[in-house]
């Protein structure tokens, strides 16, 4: 089999996706595929390519923006390429964050109380009555991910270059209040015969500061404890919590839902990401070692699992 892995991108996350492609690209080599690198630059110059390339399928590492809002998927679906992972509206579900942040809600999960920003709006009594009432707000981009451009505030300052740096970003920011406790993910993963599973939770825990960009892709940074340390009842829920989010948004294959665990273990969920990074310090890789499988067949799963799906728009 001939895998092409679709890696770069245009958006804030470029520099991930080209790591977590080139990782993906060994894995899968070192495994045996015949296998081909392509840094995509837009969905239209990869279909127009495409023949070309005379492989059976694509993997897609391609972290935010097109790459993973459903505009990359749809444009392979309206071609008939296989490719991993979810399809075009999950992945369209999950980038936009208050869009699954309410479809968790129907679903039973909770989530953190939230407002949006448009670019360039003031600060209003609901902005001040948030800081004043949580203490602390996490302000981040609508969509996207690798913490790119998301802030912790504590005043109206703050506030204010929080949304400065979001709105640099995109148009419309998330405002959300900063739940205490511990930054928990777990991946899910589809097997090949069709259960969806909750992988090992894993804690994360910076040595400084918050799980920032600096903190999530610095060798060092972070600890993060595979799996992680709660009781069984508390990592049944997780489990449950994890599966329930990737189900409720449709998505396939694999994912990695992140969440916020308070101290007395009420569980709130945060995102989920359908593409999420394989780089030498991503999260979905230790959690599949901490289950039994290794990276390239963890991949060669994820493959077979996606390519079988049935597609179309």
Known sequence: ???????????????????????????????????????????????????????????????????????????????????????????????????????????????????????????????????????????????????VGVSQVTTANELAEGLSAAWELEETALVEQYIPGREITVPVWENPDGKVIALPAIDIRPKVGFYDYKNKYTSGCTEYICPAPFSDETASRLSEAAVVAHRSLGCRAYSRVDFRVTDGDEIYALEVNTAPGMTATSLVPKSAKAYGMDFADFLGSVIDVSFRIKRGL
């Open 1 to 147: 089999m001939k895998i092409v892995v679709a890696c770069g991108g245009t958006s804030p996350e470029r520099e991930v996706s080209l790591n977590s492609g080139s990782a993906v690209f060994n894995a899968l080599k070192n495994a045996g595929f015949d296998v081909l690198i392509e840094d995509v630059t837009s969905p239209r110059s990869f279909v127009e390519k495409w023949d070309s390339l005379c492989a059976d399928g694509v993997f897609v590492a391609l972290h935010g923006g097109w790459g993973e809002d459903g505009r990359f998927q749809a444009c392979l679906e309206a071609f008939g390429i296989p490719y991993t992972g979810s399809g075009p509206e999950a992945c369209m579900l999950s980038m936009d964050k208050n869009v699954s942040k309410q479809i968790f809600i129907q679903n039973g999960i909770k989530v953190p109380p939230a407002v949006l920003k448009e670019r360039g709006s003031a600060i209003n009594p609901v902005d001040a009555d948030m800081l004043e009432r949580y203490g602390r707000l996490i302000v981040k981009p609508k969509g996207g991910g690798s913490t």
